[in-house]
């Protein structure tokens, strides 16, 4: 079990991967943005911290330079539709840190969390019921669009 910190501005992704990480056996503390994020990097012990690289205020980019600064042996997984951001930034120790570029599939996300954090998500007390399917396929695209449609 890994104690994970999801910084997430889109609400359904936050509440997705949150589910799916809980259900998976991880401690998950999901914000907002990054300046609730760097909040909680001060007042919870982290192993990860997901988090998207564009957000409004404190983006993905410096919320990752300021965990580091706080706490240099925490492992960051960037999470973003704009991976070539990520990839121009040679700031961030590659040892530490990995990108799931969006869409993905909800199990690549449990298998990178789980690789990255050297963990076995099981969680025995839940029974499959429970868990979000992992064949389905986030795409946050289309989601957004449906919610500007809406609006």
């Known amino acids: 079990m890994a104690n994970i910190i999801i910084a997430e501005d889109d609400m359904p992704m936050r509440a997705v991967m949150a589910r799916l990480l809980e259900n998976a056996g991880h401690k998950v503390w ?5 300046y609730e994020a760097a909040d909680a990097l001060k007042s919870k012990k982290c192993d990860l911290l997901l988090t998207d690289i564009v957000m409004p205020g404190l983006d993905g980019m410096k919320l990752a330079k ?3 600064k706080n706490n240099p042996d925490v492992k960051v997984m960037f999470v973003s539709g704009f991976a070539q951001v990520a990839r121009q930034d040679k700031e961030y120790p590659k040892e530490k840190a990995c990108l799931l570029s969006k869409p993905f599939n909800l199990r690549e996300l449990v298998s990178e969390v789980n690789r990255i954090t050297g963990t076995e998500a099981i969680h025995p007390d839940k029974p499959e019921s429970q868990a979000v399917p992992a064949e389905k396929i986030v795409e946050l695209k289309s989601q957004r669009n449906k919610r500007r449609k809406q609006h």
């Open 30 to 34: 999901p914000v907002s943005d990054g």
């Open 66 to 68: 300021l965990a580091w």
